[in-house]
């Protein structure tokens, strides 16, 4: 077993509320008792306050504030905060979710008490959760929501995979991408290389720059992950056929960036914590029943699995951290019967309320990272939703 694992990693999440955009103080707290090493923080994941729409800055905010921190806990720049960890924060959260981040750690050890660990938890058939993280190329302007983002996005996955330590995409519940979205300034910069843009509606509405932005990333996981066939894979295809998905992609896009961060997620036997990973792709937005799903998935229970989405309080005990993405469905339709939310001016809040909600009341967990309001999209089944659920074995 130490031959097949030299080093093995510890992942650890501790999820810290936030009382307005700029707040930090359960981050200094966490930091400063020395509960969390600041070296060994990889990523910061979460939902910040606003609508997370037009002129909000809250995500901006949050992210300032939070790199703000690692910077002078690290005694390095906010640019050098960036390249060394992946700050995935998604703005808005609507109804009953709170605004909050989720801090994920990594531990590394050799051999030892650890290693024996890890043959006790591979011996119980549970491998532990891992994680990694990458940086693409820098992505054009006009790359975006074509071939170029989805193979750059590819590479990058591939390069987080190998950070992780996993080697088999079975392995991967989870891929959260932040790439660059269309802007203005963007669009003007590839006219003047003289060519185009993939639109030059900057919304997120179907034919919004932000849509395509999010599936050449969706489609740059499915690809790295073997989802979908990326030899015949045509730039028409994004945001063109719906049945191209991937399961486990969840991604967002952001004017300041330039490249794709990716944080991955899954499950190995080199991971030595207590902690694991679990998906279950919802079939539509209604779907409650996919969420004690994701969660039996996590802890290897097999049960649990209740299509009207009751998890019993043991395993609500366990759920640290549960994350969706939640597409208004292209049908137009929910089991048959006629819906509006497409048409709805704030369709877009409201799909990330119903997430929310039904996390919420499934759980009773309201610091929830849950994105979404994009009308179709490459993240999920057609009409569907992806959704993983972290947990804490012991």
Not at 37 to 54: D, F, H, L, Q, R
Not at 258 to 268: C, H, I, K, M, Q
Not at 338 to 347: C, E, F, M, Q, W
């Amino acid at each position: 077993m130490t031959s097949t694992c030299p080093r093995r990693q510890t992942i650890d999440v501790h999820v810290l509320p936030m009382e307005n955009p700029s707040d930090v103080t359960a981050l200094r707290a966490l930091l400063a008792a020395g509960t969390v090493n600041p070296a060994e923080v990889i990523a910061v994941v979460g939902k910040s306050e606003g609508t997370g729409m037009g002129k909000d800055v809250g995500r901006e905010t949050a992210d300032a504030a939070v790199t703000s921190v690692f910077a002078e806990a690290l005694g390095t720049t906010g640019g050098q905060v960036h390249e060394r960890l992946c700050i995935v924060l998604s703005g808005g959260t609507p109804g009953v979710l709170t605004p909050h981040i989720a801090v994920f750690s990594q531990h590394w050890s050799e051999g030892g008490g650890d290693a024996e660990a890890a043959v006790s938890h591979a011996q119980a058939g549970a491998d532990r959760l891992v994680a990694g993280i990458a940086h693409s190329a820098e992505i054009l302007p006009e790359e975006i929501g074509r071939l170029g983002q989805v193979h750059k996005v590819a590479d990058a996955v591939r390069d987080a995979m190998t950070s992780a330590g996993i080697t088999d995409p079975a392995d991967v519940h989870l891929v959260l991408v932040k790439a660059p979205a269309l802007t203005e300034i963007g669009i003007e910069q590839a006219r003047g290389r003289g060519t185009d843009t993939v639109t030059t509606d900057l919304g997120i509405g179907p034919h919004g720059g932000m849509c395509y932005a999010n599936d050449g990333s969706a489609l740059g996981v499915a690809a790295a992950l073997g989802e979908i066939d990326s030899a015949r894979l045509r730039d028409e295809d994004i945001r063109g056929d719906w049945q191209l998905f991937s399961s486990v992609a969840m991604t967002s896009a952001a004017g300041e960036k330039t490249s794709a961060d990716v944080f991955l997620l899954g499950n190995s036997a080199c991971g030595a914590g207590s902690l694991r990973i679990g998906h279950h792709p919802m079939r539509d937005i209604l779907d409650i029943g996919a969420v004690p799903a994701a969660v039996a998935a996590a802890n290897m229970s097999g049960g649990g699995v209740a299509t009207n989405g009751s998890i019993d309080d043991n395993e609500r005990s366990r759920i640290v951290y549960l994350l969706a993405k939640m597409i208004i469905p292209g049908a137009r339709r929910l089991h048959g019967q006629r819906i509006t939310l497409a048409d709805d001016p704030v369709g877009y809040h409201v799909a990330k309320a119903m997430g929310g909600y039904l996390l919420a009341v499934t759980t009773g967990q309201t610091m929830c990272f849950v994105s979404g309001g994009e009308y179709n999209s490459h993240q999920g089944p057609p009409d569907g939703n992806p959704l993983a659920a972290i947990v804490r074995l012991v």
